[in-house]
């Protein structure tokens, strides 16, 4: 079992002078032994776990039986339910919250409880809401033979029916490289640089390759594809 610290300041000033952040890393590591510290610089109260890279790193790492200690039990946040979604990602790890200034973080008062409950109810009314629209949506779209999800590598929407695709000739040629190139044992890295030198251009803003892309290219089945994709003749 591991106790991680989660620091957090609200402004930029107070993220450049970084006495906040040690004032509260002095604080949790005077109650406890820290693995490792994560910290959001600059970010509100309010603001949502899609904000807050460093909370979400932490929470990634968290393991059953770990702790996540702030310095105070605002530094999670300061809108209730902002914190009952925290409170409650953590603890689906199996993982704990602690406040080093000897807050009650372990949430088990009736209006917490409540709230996390609330949370819980409106996330899953909401996932089922978009599970049914979503399944509506593929559904439709299957019987008058449109295209669903994303446009994947080596195909292009049809210009003569934005609902149709059609194959990407030059994409199609880098596909075969890095099919070629894999079956003789060469190594993700070693076919992004050999893509980048022979001109070949990746989907990305830059244009560059990187061996995630190669692996996602390369695990895509094309049986899988037919399944949902209808191709311009």
């Given at each position: ?19 906040g952040l040690n ?181 990305s803003k830059t ?8 692996s996602n290219i ?16």
């Open positions: 079992m591991a106790t991680y610290s989660y620091l957090r300041v609200s402004t930029q000033g107070q993220a450049e002078s970084q006495a004032a509260q890393l002095d604080a949790c590591k005077a109650v406890a032994e820290i693995a490792n510290t994560f910290a959001d610089e600059g970010v509100s109260g309010v603001a949502g776990l899609d904000k807050r890279p460093g909370l979400l790193a932490a929470i990634d790492i968290l393991k059953a039986g770990d702790t996540l200690i702030v310095a105070k039990r605002d530094r999670l946040g300061r809108d209730p339910i902002v914190v009952a979604m925290i409170e409650r990602s953590i603890e689906r790890k199996g993982a704990r919250i602690q406040s080093a200034a000897g807050e009650g973080t372990d949430s088990d008062n009736p209006a917490d409880v409540l709230m996390r409950r609330m949370v819980d109810a409106f996330a899953e009314y909401e996932r089922l809401i978009i599970k049914s629209r979503t399944k509506a949506a593929l559904k439709a779209k299957k019987e008058r033979a449109e295209r669903t999800g994303s446009v994947p590598y080596g195909y292009a929407v049809n210009p003569e029916n934005p609902k149709e695709l059609a194959v990407n000739e030059t994409e199609q040629q880098a596909i075969e490289v890095i099919k070629e190139l894999r079956s003789r044992g060469v190594s993700l890295q070693k076919i992004a640089t050999h893509l980048q030198l022979s001109g070949f251009k990746s989907r244009c560059k390759w990187h061996k995630q892309t190669i390369f695990k895509f089945q094309p049986s899988q594809m037919m399944l949902n994709l209808r191709l311009a003749a």
